[in-house]
């Protein structure tokens, strides 16, 4: 499929999604991705999955800036043990070798999530946003790249609390006497 049938198609997709009825728009703070919610401790996280790998994140001086972790081509970033090791940040990301339909991947999304807050295209990607992208809040945004000069297309969902990211580096700043 050519990148304007695409974009054809997902602007159809948006126009027909904007005239069903409205769904409950659920926050992204309860969105639960591969298992894993915004705010839960890197012990609760261990718990449902106790395959993760978690590595410690520590300043010069020897301060617990958090965690990170993996879990079957998942990224996820704690916060300090200061503010309860809490989850703010979960990303997957897979490389295809060629474009993909975005049609099947957003409307999954918008069955198991609700309608976006934004959705879009630009010349080489489709997106969509539930909750805030303006790096506030609470926010689930997938990107997937349809078209372009690099030699894959990745498919990019980042699940997202940039409040709590904010208050962790603020910890850190802190803690290095910054």
């Known amino acids: ?59 010069a001086n020897g301060f617990v800036a958090g965690y990170s972790a993996y879990f079957h081509g998942l990224t996820l970033r704690f916060t300090s043990p200061k503010l ?17 339909n975005p049609e099947p991947i957003y409307t999954y999304m918008r069955l198991k999530y609700g309608n976006p807050d934004y959705a879009g295209s630009g010349m080489f990607s489709v997106n969509a946003f539930w909750g805030s992208p303006y790096n506030k809040g609470k926010s689930l945004n997938f990107e997937l790249t349809i078209k372009g000069v690099r030699k894959n297309f990745p498919l990019v969902i980042t699940l997202k609390d940039a409040d709590l990211e904010k208050k962790n580096l603020a910890v850190i700043k802190q803690a290095m006497g910054k």
Request: no cysteine; charged share 20%; net charge negative.
């Open 1 to 59: 499929m050519s990148y304007f049938k695409y974009l054809a198609a997902l602007a159809a997709l948006i126009i027909f999604a904007g005239t069903l009825p409205a769904m409950a728009l659920a926050d992204a703070g309860s969105f639960d991705f591969h298992g894993f919610k915004l705010g839960m401790t890197l012990e609760e996280a261990r718990k449902a999955k106790p395959e993760i790998l978690v590595d410690e994140s520590k300043t």
């Open 84 to 100: 309860g090791s809490r989850l703010f940040f979960v990303q997957e990301t897979k490389n295809y070798d060629t474009p993909q």
